[in-house]
């Protein structure tokens, strides 16, 4: 009979602990209920998990070696120690529970299964061949076998076989926990998780047509090689887990190649073992009891799972060694109206302990008497003799005592009224009486209900006024008997029911806005578009913002790789802003091809000043021939040169004549300056 009132699953009616031989497989689907784990293509791991127990059960039950479990069979949710306890009344000989693996860390893909820490209930070979199985059915890479210590600093007691918080145990607990409960009955448990649903690359692969059924043959086959490859060997009766203050252990006898139990029997009700530890203490002292008070950890374990039982606790009583020796340590003397104290102090240990010295308290005598009227007290007055504390005996005001001296009658539409006055003090009090209101015959009102107007027709019997009135509908006033909430892709609905006339009413909710949330973002490169994935954390709805490539941006500041020369060209380079890595390579000139103007402008100034020299040398030369000429001596050889020379003086002397004639007559001194020019060069012809 299962603690608690969990009902066990069977899935294999006809096999439920039939056979000493048949192997005890329990699936746990992982998440359940409000607890959906990661999601794919807006479905909750819940029910991914679910798929695949069946799928998997109903390999191993074709094999027909196996006993098969499911610790849920639908929507429902379990806490890890209520998974456990269905896996020990089955005789489980392992417990195994199926996830798909999620992160925020996108990259991270792969089949992964964890194990215990502790080796005596690690199943490594079966554990690498569903990996390995897993892995190659479906093509997913596999990240092997991973054992993970507790990172709360929870220790191993491998006497309780339970856990705590103490260094002294000297072995760190599970982290996970699944491997941790089995170990606490007994059995090996072990977690698969078959890829990441938050990797794209995995999440297609483990959706993709005929997955889950290529995994579910991938994982029974690893089981069943594990299982029904070696004839069992068993050996002697151990105990597998020990009695304690809730559960009661069991003796089996295990195989020595794959574990499996056999021969499976209680051990002894144990309802006194406790696992206690020190939860607070308090030291014994003069004339007072100490006490340290001490929790089950098993049970204490097990509320935080939310276990229905009680939690176990217990006080041990160190009785007080001695009575207390008390010495006064101050004392503030009373007054008439503020107490005093006496403190005093145990010579042997801390406890101490204060003595109110009451007030002597105030002295009192007779003030004086005042009488009371119609709206002021009155009463006997007590001073104190020796501070100014006083107090009355109060004595009630009398009230006034009215009588009538005037009224109006109300009407059916007006006020009325009645004025009194006192007879000790004048005082007057008017009084208002209200409208009398309309007196109508029956029939003449109806009153207005939720959708119904009403009226007010018919003639006042008092006053005969005509009335002939409407008063609107009330309208519903509603109350909510039931609710479907909308989500972000089912409209909802409310029926209502008016607490007046009972009438129900029913209304569409509408759909509840997306709430999306940053998923995944990939950012743009220089060639490739990026994008940001947005997530509805209401109903895992996906879409993604496109983000354009950046395109390569071309920095301002080169590089040189390679100097120019004087006549050989150099290299240089410019990178992409962008952090991309990409390079523009740039031609560095020569020395001649960046001068090349400056060059040829220089070389043609060369060029004229040679010229220039040349022409300067030509003329010297000429002007020194004619002077040589001028002074050579007569001669038969020279004569034809002279005679040249004098032809052409005489052509000069002819040009300069008629230059001379186009002269102003203005000017007779240049005139004869010239004809005197004129005959002397005649003269030196003719010499």
């Given at each position: 009979m299962?603690?608690w009132?969990?009902e066990?699953?069977?899935?294999?009616?006809?096999?439920?602990f039939?056979?000493?031989?048949?192997?005890?497989?329990?699936l746990?689907?992982g998440?359940?209920?409000?607890?959906?784990?990661?999601?794919?293509?807006?479905i909750?791991?819940?029910e991914?998990?679910?798929?695949?127990?069946n799928?998997?059960?109903?390999?191993?039950?074709?094999?027909?070696?196996?006993?098969?479990?499911?610790?849920?069979?639908?929507?429902?949710?379990?806490e890890?120690?209520?998974r456990?306890?269905?896996?020990?009344?089955?005789?489980a000989?392992?417990?195994?529970?199926?996830?798909?693996?999620?992160?925020?860390?996108?990259?991270?893909?792969?089949?992964?299964?964890?194990?215990?820490?502790?080796d005596?209930?690690?199943?490594m070979?079966l554990?690498?061949?569903?990996?390995?199985n897993?892995?190659?059915?479906v093509?997913?890479?596999?990240?092997?076998?991973?054992?993970?210590?507790?990172?709360?600093?929870?220790y191993?007691?491998?006497?309780?076989?339970w856990?705590?918080?103490?260094?002294?145990?000297g072995t760190l607990?599970?982290?996970?926990?699944?491997?941790t409960?089995?170990?606490?009955?007994g059995?090996?448990?072990?977690?698969?998780?078959?890829?990441?649903?938050s990797n794209?690359?995995?999440?297609?692969?483990?959706l993709?047509?005929?997955a889950?059924?290529a995994?579910?043959?991938?994982?029974?086959q690893?089981?069943i090689?594990?299982?029904?490859?070696h004839?069992?060997?068993y050996?002697?009766?151990?105990?597998?887990?020990p009695?304690n203050?809730?559960?009661?252990?069991?003796?089996?006898?295990?195989?020595?190649?794959?574990?499996?139990?056999?021969?499976?029997?209680?051990?002894?009700?144990?309802?006194?073992?406790?696992?206690?530890?020190?939860m607070?203490?308090?030291?014994?002292?003069?004339?007072?009891?100490?006490?340290?008070g001490?929790?089950?950890?098993?049970t204490?374990?097990?509320?935080k799972?939310?276990?229905?039982?009680?939690?176990?606790?217990?006080?041990?009583?160190?009785?007080?060694?001695?009575?207390h020796s008390?010495?006064?340590?101050?004392?503030?003397?009373?007054t008439?109206?503020?107490?005093?104290f006496?403190?005093?102090?145990?010579?042997?240990?801390?406890?101490?302990?204060?003595?109110i010295?009451k007030?002597?308290?105030?002295?009192?005598?007779?003030?004086?008497y005042?009488e009371?009227?119609?709206?002021?007290?009155?009463?006997?007055s007590?001073?104190?003799t020796k501070?100014?504390?006083?107090?009355?005996?109060?004595e009630?005001?009398?009230?006034?005592s009215?009588?009538?001296?005037?009224?109006l009658d109300?009407?059916?539409?007006?006020?009325?009224n009645?004025?009194?006055?006192?007879?000790?003090?004048?005082f007057?009090?008017?009084t208002?009486?209200?409208?009398?209101?309309?007196?109508l015959?029956?029939?003449?009102?109806?009153?207005?209900?939720c959708?119904?107007?009403?009226?007010?027709?018919?003639?006042?019997?008092?006053?005969?006024?005509?009335?002939d009135?409407?008063?609107?509908?009330?309208?519903h006033?509603?109350?909510?008997?039931?609710e479907?909430p909308?989500?972000?892709?089912?409209e909802?609905?409310?029926?209502?029911?008016?607490?007046?006339?009972?009438?129900?009413?029913?209304?569409?909710?509408?759909?509840?806005?997306h709430?999306?949330?940053?998923s995944e973002?990939?950012?743009?490169?220089?060639?490739?578009?990026?994008y940001?994935?947005y997530?509805c954390?209401l109903?895992?709805?996906?879409?993604?913002?496109k983000k354009?490539?950046?395109?390569?941006?071309k920095?301002?500041?080169k590089?040189?790789?390679k100097?120019?020369?004087?006549?050989?060209?150099?290299?240089?380079h410019f990178?992409?802003?962008n952090?991309?890595?990409?390079?523009?390579?740039?031609?560095?000139?020569s020395?001649?091809?960046e001068?090349r103007?400056?060059?040829?402008?220089a070389?043609?100034?060369?060029?004229?000043?040679?010229?220039?020299?040349l022409?300067?040398?030509?003329?010297?030369?000429r002007?020194?021939?004619?002077?040589?000429?001028?002074?050579?001596?007569?001669?038969?050889?020279n004569?034809?040169k002279?005679d040249e020379?004098?032809?052409?003086?005489?052509?000069?002397?002819s040009?300069?004549?008629?230059?001379?004639k186009?002269?102003?007559?203005?000017q007779?001194?240049?005139?004869?300056?010239?004809?005197?020019?004129?005959?002397?060069?005649?003269?030196t012809?003719?010499?």
């Amino acid at each position: 009979m299962l603690p608690w009132c969990f009902e066990l699953i069977v899935t294999d009616t006809n096999a439920a602990f039939s056979g000493a031989d048949k192997i005890n497989i329990v699936l746990d689907p992982g998440h359940g209920g409000s607890n959906i784990g990661c999601s794919a293509n807006g479905i909750g791991e819940k029910e991914y998990t679910l798929r695949l127990a069946n799928l998997i059960r109903n390999e191993l039950l074709a094999n027909g070696s196996f006993n098969v479990y499911l610790t849920r069979s639908s929507d429902t949710y379990l806490e890890h120690y209520q998974r456990a306890e269905i896996a020990n009344n089955c005789n489980a000989d392992i417990l195994v529970s199926l996830h798909f693996d999620g992160s925020e860390n996108t990259s991270l893909s792969g089949v992964t299964v964890y194990n215990s820490v502790f080796d005596r209930y690690a199943m490594m070979t079966l554990s690498n061949s569903i990996c390995q199985n897993i892995s190659s059915a479906v093509g997913i890479s596999s990240n092997g076998v991973k054992r993970k210590h507790d990172t709360e600093g929870y220790y191993w007691n491998f006497e309780k076989q339970w856990d705590c918080q103490d260094p002294s145990l000297g072995t760190l607990s599970d982290y996970y926990g699944i491997p941790t409960w089995g170990a606490k009955f007994g059995f090996p448990a072990i977690i698969v998780e078959h890829g990441f649903f938050s990797n794209a690359s995995d999440r297609a692969k483990l959706l993709a047509d005929g997955a889950m059924e290529a995994m579910a043959r991938a994982e029974a086959q690893a089981i069943i090689d594990y299982y029904t490859n070696h004839t069992h060997v068993y050996g002697s009766s151990q105990l597998d887990y020990p009695s304690n203050c809730v559960y009661q252990g069991k003796y089996s006898q295990h195989c020595s190649y794959c574990g499996h139990r056999t021969n499976v029997v209680p051990a002894d009700p144990a309802p006194d073992n406790h696992y206690w530890i020190e939860m607070e203490s308090i030291e014994a002292s003069c004339g007072v009891d100490g006490k340290i008070g001490q929790t089950c950890r098993i049970t204490q374990t097990l509320k935080k799972k939310g276990w229905p039982g009680e939690e176990h606790e217990n006080v041990i009583i160190i009785p007080a060694p001695t009575q207390h020796s008390y010495q006064m340590i101050n004392r503030v003397e009373p007054t008439h109206t503020v107490d005093g104290f006496e403190e005093w102090k145990c010579s042997t240990c801390s406890s101490s302990f204060k003595d109110i010295l009451k007030a002597e308290g105030h002295s009192y005598e007779y003030a004086g008497y005042k009488e009371p009227n119609c709206t002021e007290s009155g009463g006997h007055s007590y001073q104190c003799t020796k501070c100014a504390s006083s107090y009355t005996e109060t004595e009630s005001a009398l009230g006034h005592s009215y009588e009538l001296i005037s009224s109006l009658d109300p009407t059916c539409t007006e006020e009325g009224n009645t004025v009194e006055k006192c007879t000790v003090c004048s005082f007057e009090n008017t009084t208002v009486i209200p409208p009398l209101g309309h007196d109508l015959p029956e029939g003449s009102v109806l009153e207005a209900s939720c959708i119904e107007k009403g009226y007010v027709k018919g003639t006042c019997k008092r006053c005969n006024a005509v009335l002939d009135e409407e008063t609107p509908a009330l309208g519903h006033d509603l109350e909510t008997v039931s609710e479907s909430p909308a989500t972000c892709s089912l409209e909802g609905s409310r029926v209502s029911v008016c607490t007046v006339c009972s009438t129900e009413v029913a209304e569409t909710l509408p759909l509840l806005e997306h709430v999306y949330e940053e998923s995944e973002n990939v950012p743009p490169t220089c060639e490739k578009e990026g994008y940001v994935t947005y997530t509805c954390s209401l109903c895992a709805h996906t879409y993604s913002d496109k983000k354009e490539a950046l395109g390569h941006k071309k920095g301002t500041e080169k590089a040189v790789d390679k100097e120019a020369g004087f006549f050989k060209a150099g290299s240089a380079h410019f990178s992409c802003l962008n952090g991309c890595g990409r390079k523009y390579t740039v031609k560095l000139p020569s020395f001649i091809e960046e001068h090349r103007l400056e060059l040829i402008i220089a070389s043609l100034a060369l060029i004229l000043l040679a010229a220039a020299a040349l022409l300067f040398i030509f003329f010297m030369k000429r002007k020194k021939s004619k002077a040589e000429i001028n002074e050579a001596p007569l001669g038969d050889d020279n004569e034809e040169k002279q005679d040249e020379a004098s032809e052409e003086d005489t052509a000069e002397e002819s040009s300069g004549n008629e230059d001379t004639k186009a002269v102003s007559e203005e000017q007779p001194e240049a005139e004869s300056e010239d004809s005197t020019s004129k005959e002397d060069k005649e003269a030196t012809a003719t010499v």
